[in-house]
């Protein structure tokens, strides 16, 4: 059964070594009747990052999957990466990389537990059914024993769930609470069911938006599955590559990625694109989960009013509705995204630092930051958009 037996860890540096069929049976066994729960830890998502350069030598994300085996079977994997930088993580410790070097360490290379360049929540610690106690225990422990054993500052795992969260700070990860904006479906029947439970003054400034953006000159059109063509990637490249170029200075995936998504994912893809006479001028990327419609990228060669939220934001949940989806996760930050009826979400991370004295002082700055995470999201509850129930409604 799932506890008991030799258990074996080991660290690999390609998916190659991997068949993807014992990956998955760890990562999304429920894949076999329907979605994964999220598509950002199977084989085929972490296997395009890796086969296209988008991680790797250069990249600043050299794999380290984790495997751990009980009497020779395949029971526990984790996406585990040495990183260079702090780039592509979307839970940011550029004051712990500052802190550190002050006091005369070397934060980077650190231990990355994460799904490249995806700021979305799911399982970090991706146990076969039955294992999970033997194989979540077994990935923090070899975390923890790679960094102590090599001299490095420090091991992270980001997006985590909050069941994980729990469970790493038993193991003396230090657990980070930070936030997102998600939309929450209540079993709206269609978006003007959504509008009707705003205030008066959002419904219209939503319906204002959608007009204008719609008013672009063209059509927006959704593309899953086998209408996925590849000369949707070809414009959808140049949009990413003008949103990369700006936000980070250099984009994080490689051309090859969105090819290799086409061939393997593209059942798994959502890609709004605003067309004028059949010629993309913006698009917005979107992954399919089980239950979540998980916005990634955004981009555009032609600027108009209002067209980002309209691409982004309420065409995701025009199809989360369609398709009975829980949710919407957007991505990272964005205040804005409330006023359109994304909830502030907490975010789980762990973080471990083998150097008593600096895990010490994050610890007591993770305390102080949880406080006032907590101040905000309470705050940013109350400009919520939806009406306030009525007296003789309460």
């Known amino acids: ?34 979605r994964p729960t999220d598509p950002f830890t199977t084989y085929r998502f972490l296997h395009a990052l890796e086969a296209s350069g988008s991680v790797g030598p250069g ?46 360490g070397q934060y980077y290379p650190k231990l990355q537990v994460a799904a490249p360049f995806t700021p979305a929540t799911g399982r970090r610690f991706l146990c076969k059914a039955g294992f999970e106690n033997a194989g979540t225990a077994a990935i923090l422990q070899a975390m923890a024993q790679v960094a102590r054993d090599n001299n490095l500052s420090s091991a992270h795992v980001t997006f985590c769930t909050a069941q994980e969260a729990a469970r790493g700070t038993e193991y003396g990860f230090l657990h980070r609470v930070t936030e997102q904006f998600h939309w929450e479906n209540a079993r709206y029947t ?141 991505g990272a930050q964005g205040t804005h995204k409330l006023a359109r009826g994304y909830m502030p979400s907490e975010i789980h991370s762990l973080h471990h630092f083998p150097e008593p004295g600096f895990h010490q002082a994050v610890a007591r700055y993770l305390r102080e ?4 995470i907590d101040y905000e999201m309470s705050a940013l509850a109350g400009f919520a958009p939806f009406r306030k129930p009525r007296q003789e409604d309460t």
């Not at 037996?5 to 390609?14: E, F, K, N, P």
């Not at 004028?276 to 992954?287: K, Y």
């Not at 930051?369 to 006032?372: D, F, G, N, S, Y």
């Open 369 to 372: 930051e949880r406080a006032a």
């Open 1 to 34: 059964m799932a506890d008991g037996g030799a258990l074996s860890v080991t660290l690999v540096s390609s998916l190659d070594e991997i068949a993807a069929q014992d990956w998955d049976a760890c990562a999304c066994p429920e894949d076999a009747t329907g």
């Open 59 to 104: 990249t600043g994300w050299e794999p380290r999957y984790i495997t751990v085996e009980q009497d020779g079977a395949l029971i526990a994997v984790a996406p585990h990466y040495v990183k260079s930088h702090s780039q592509g993580e979307y839970i940011f410790d550029h004051a712990f990389a500052q802190a550190y070097t002050r006091s005369g």
């Open 190 to 330: 269609d978006f003007e069911a959504f509008l009707g439970a705003l205030s008066s003054r959002k419904r219209k400034t939503i319906r204002k938006e959608r007009k204008t953006a719609q008013a672009f000159g063209g059509e927006i059109h959704a593309y899953t599955g086998d209408d996925l063509r590849p000369e949707h990637w070809d414009a959808f490249w140049q949009f990413y590559q003008d949103t990369g170029a700006r936000k980070w200075g250099t984009p994080y995936l490689t051309r090859q990625f969105f090819d290799i998504v086409q061939q393997t994912m593209r059942d798994d893809v959502l890609l709004v694109l605003a067309e004028r006479d059949g010629i993309p001028i913006a698009g917005a990327l979107n992954f399919i989960g089980r239950d979540c419609l998980y916005g990634r990228y955004w981009g555009c060669v032609e600027d108009h009013s209002c067209l980002h939220f309209e691409l982004c934001y309420y065409q995701a949940m025009d199809f989360a509705i369609q398709q009975g989806l829980g949710r919407v996760e957007a």
